[in-house]
T-cell receptor, first 110, second 112 residues
């Protein structure tokens, strides 16, 4: 079983749609959680950190459920420019261990 | 500030050839990482350097060596390239494990 699992997609949605991505992690001792965005043939870039209380950044909302060990990302009012791969990232204590999920691809269509 | 830079951007090698991938950061971050990214696999950690003078193995270190030359530079060496090392290689840095990782633009390596 992978330490961080994501639905690979692709998710194909029309502009304006709301789309949700889920991610599960296996290490209950994981400490920090992030969503990164990666455009085609580019490097990953931080989209947002994920906090236990949930957090929002404009059209993006991230949630963490420690009991169930899953993280979610909600994108409201999708734009064409949201088309990318979204990576779920978890960090664990000791050994500077950061685990990246394989990513979920999103295509937003006009 | 350039952030994180990597050279070269593209490289084609023959099996058995050696090469060094260069990475430099001007963000004054202590920790640096080398990842490889393959389709469907996500990013996998090859080696990391928590601080200048230290290096440690990651998830997939076999076939690679690294050097943390100074605080700014962290190089990755393939001594005898194999087709299984065909991948996209990313260097990253961070000020601390709980903090954001900043990535370079990547090196696309093909081993024939």
């Amino acid at each position: 079983r992978k330490e961080v699992e994501q639905d690979p997609g692709p998710f194909n949605v029309p502009e304006g749609a709301t789309v949700a991505f889920n991610c599960t992690y296996s290490n209950s001792a994981s400490q920090s959680f992030f969503w990164y965005r990666q455009d085609c043939r580019k490097e990953p870039k931080l989209l947002m950190s994920v906090y236990s209380s949930g957090n929002e950044d404009g059209r993006f909302t991230a949630q963490l459920n420690r009991a169930s060990q899953y993280i979610s990302l909600l994108i409201r009012d999708s734009k064409l420019s949201d088309s990318a791969t979204y990576l779920c990232v978890v960090t664990n204590t000791g050994g500077f261990k950061t685990i990246f999920g394989a990513g979920t691809r999103l295509f937003v269509k006009a | 500030n350039a952030g994180v830079t990597q050279t070269p951007k593209f490289q084609v090698l023959k099996t058995g050839q050696s090469m060094t991938l260069q990475c430099a950061q001007d963000m004054n971050h202590n920790s640096m990482y080398w990842y490889r990214q393959d389709p469907g696999m996500g990013l996998r950690l090859i080696y990391y350097s928590a601080s200048e003078g230290t290096t440690d193995k990651g998830e997939v270190p076999n076939g690679y060596n690294v050097s943390r030359l100074n605080k700014r530079e962290f190089s990755l060496r393939l001594e005898s390239a194999a087709p299984s090392q065909t991948s996209v290689y990313f260097c990253a840095c961070t000020s601390g494990i709980q903090n954001t990782q900043y990535f370079g633009p990547g090196t696309r390596l093909t081993v024939l």
